[in-house]
């Protein structure tokens, strides 16, 4: 363990501390409607109505604030076309240092526009693994600035871990929290936490059926990537690295997997009943509760709502 | 005045108790990101996470559960294929008493099937004044129901009062509010509340230019009723009627008016910003903040968010 350089809680206090000014403590909303449908008792913490639209401000804000004046000075980078590489723009940008994200070109131009919005040198590559890792290495080597991952880094995951600690002062005596798996970033945060001050509280992840390496790794005891998996739960295609897989492997309690077609309709049902926008990734948690109804009824489950940046002329129901 | 029938705020305190176990207290959100765009601080009252999505629920449980027991047997009737129709089924089967709205046929099924949904019995009309007047008329014959009238009635008005009401405890020191005006309900309810018990704040309506009937009769200082105007914000179709016209003319500081595309790009920006599902008619009240700086800048502003109820499959940013 040692060897992982893993997060403790006295890490998850201090990355708290670090990143409040620049954070929203997000809501807790309900539902009667879920309640009535699911027999839990469902919270769903809002990080959708987090900085710069998704819970991955936490772990950004935690690299970037934590890092030394003369490592800010040649600024962060990271590769990510989706809520890791905004977040780390908003939160250099918030410092006030260079930061550059390496994208696919043919990622969405209004992403791109959104990281530039914030400050961040937008640098494209082909879409494919080579070409990310050869343009990315570049970037590094030019700037000498500090890669911040979006999920296998310890100060990402102390960051990540904020938000089920929130929520534990939020919501009084929870049974269960769930929240959607893709690296692994914000349940390894939820581990960390919830080992160290509910132990005895459930956590589930919740993934696509047609990204279930996470689900296939859990059962095989071994991490399992995928290559290129296809799924609208877009922020959930990426597999799990060895500090991730270390607090999924010892602190999860099961694995829940959705189809494409429950994932569109679990999000078609929150955006109609609870009036809130939230990405494909968060709707995966509410359609693992649908169609697990004895795992969840008659508890009180926290449901981490993961983020609301989604291209609202393209929604995945308007082909359906 | 005797001869409107007009409410007053005992009316106001009795409707808040006795709706209060049938609606929620709904939150108020703030933007950062509205806040530096405007100037202003904005303060938005949430009516769109509101029992059947909408603030009308509010008006309609006061009159539903202000009946005798004798005239709750005969049940409620309205005309409304929008959310009042909506509201008053809810409110009507929370009580368990008959309800009947009158709908033209030509209204979305969607609504339709979502008042069968809580129990309504819809009656179709033709698409016209004078086909919606019969056949209400032969409903009111048949059932002996209470027209419960969407805006124009003082226990709708009362309210839709206590919407404001709650609006001044949950926020301190607020120079001004604004919310949508179609018939008038939402604003005379707020003018009910504000010249009562904060009678410095200042008192906004917005409008659909494309609908701009309050506008127009607020200058000239009579009621001016469009036939059939068209607009996105298809809540606000409405005309003024006496007891709304009596508390837009004697308390409204100004009607603000905004075109089509403002609206639309407001409501677009607030599902993008705000993460929050809105009605057209919602986006209204921040389309003119954003084209009237002037008059809101540095000023503390309620935003009346009324309702949330839109067709997903038909975003009206899909066409343009």
């Known amino acids: ?18 990143i409040a000014p620049h954070i929203h403590r997000t809501p807790i909303l309900t539902s009667e409607y879920f309640d009535d449908l699911t027999g839990a008792s469902l919270f769903f913490k809002c990080e959708n109505f987090q900085k710069a639209g998704a819970f991955k401000v936490r772990g950004a804000s935690n690299a970037v604030f934590g890092l030394s004046d003369e490592q800010a000075e040649k600024g ?14 908003y939160a250099a940008g918030r410092r006030g240092i260079p930061v550059s994200v390496v994208v696919p070109r043919t990622a969405p131009q209004a992403k791109k526009d ?25 970037v590094v080597a030019q700037t000498g600035a500090d890669f911040v ?16 600690r929130e929520m534990m002062e939020q ?11 893709g690296g692994g970033g914000m349940v390894s945060g939820t581990c960390l936490t919830l080992s160290n001050i509910a132990p005895n509280v459930e956590i589930y992840a919740a993934e696509p059926e047609q990204a279930d390496d996470a689900y296939r790794s859990f059962k095989a ?11 609208v739960a877009d922020g959930l295609k990426v597999p799990l690295k060895d500090r ?3 607090f999924v492997s010892n602190h999860v309690t099961d694995i829940l997997l959705a189809s494409e077609q429950e994932i569109i309709d679990a999000m078609h049902l929150t ?6 926008v939230i990405e494909p990734s968060c709707a995966v948690p509410l359609a693992t509760i649908l169609k697990n109804r004895d795992t969840f009824a008659g508890k009180r489950v926290g449901v981490i709502i993961t983020g609301g940046n989604v291209d609202l002329k393209a929604l995945p129901w308007m082909n359906s």
Chains 1, 2 share one sequence.
């Open 1 to 18: 363990m040692q060897d992982l350089n893993l997060p403790d809680f006295d890490d998850v206090i201090a990355a708290h501390e670090r």
């Open 244 to 246: 991730t897989w270390h």
């Open 271 to 276: 955006w109609q009943r609870m009036k809130i």
């Open 76 to 89: 962060v980078a990271t590769h990510s076309s989706g809520n890791h590489g905004l977040s780390l723009s």
């Open 221 to 231: 005891g071994h991490i399992i990537a995928d290559d290129a998996p296809v799924t």
């Open 171 to 181: 919501v009084e005596g929870l049974d269960a929290v769930i929240a959607p798996i």
């Open 114 to 138: 959104a990281m530039k919005g914030y400050g961040a040198r937008v640098v494209e590559c082909e879409p494919s693994t080579s070409s990310r890792e050869a343009v990315f290495a570049d």
């Open 149 to 164: 991952h979006p999920y296998n880094d310890p100060r990402v995951i102390a960051g990540q871990a904020t938000c089920s």
